[in-house]
């Protein structure tokens, strides 16, 4: 599903909220949760699952096409963990 089918899916649920406003929704939400994880705080959906932000350490790395070793900086990278309930959904059997 891209953002746009997310939209579309809302808006088909409640038809007393516009396009516009829906669109508009999603984007603050989406924008919020950026704004928290590069803040460093984790976001908990119960039912769903969280978002945190991981450090990942400089280290040495290599090309796998060349065998080129190079260094890979420290970065910070977001991180999803499903929740118990989400992983039962997923491995219902149907």
Same mark, same amino acid.
Request: charged content about 25%.
């Given at each position: 599903?891209?953002?746009?089918? /997310?939209?579309?899916?809302? *808006? +088909?649920? /409640? &038809?007393?909220? @516009?396009?516009?406003?829906? $669109? #508009?929704?999603? +984007?603050? /939400?989406?924008?919020?949760?950026?704004?928290? /994880?590069?803040?460093? #705080? @984790?976001?908990?959906?119960?039912?769903?699952?969280?978002?945190? *932000? !991981? !450090?990942?350490?400089?280290?040495?790395?290599? +090309? &796998?096409?060349?065998?080129? =070793?190079?260094?890979?900086? =420290?970065? =910070? #990278? &977001?991180?999803?963990? &499903?929740?118990?309930?989400?992983? $039962? $959904?997923?491995?219902?059997?149907?």
């Amino acid at each position: 599903m891209i953002k746009s089918d /997310l939209i579309h899916h809302i *808006t +088909n649920e /409640l &038809p007393h909220l @516009s396009h516009d406003k829906v $669109k #508009r929704l999603v +984007n603050h /939400l989406i924008q919020t949760m950026s704004e928290a /994880l590069t803040e460093e #705080r @984790s976001i908990e959906i119960r039912g769903f699952g969280s978002f945190s *932000t !991981h !450090h990942y350490g400089q280290h040495q790395a290599h +090309n &796998p096409k060349t065998g080129e =070793k190079i260094l890979v900086t =420290k970065q =910070k #990278r &977001p991180r999803f963990k &499903p929740s118990k309930l989400l992983i $039962k $959904k997923l491995n219902e059997t149907t």
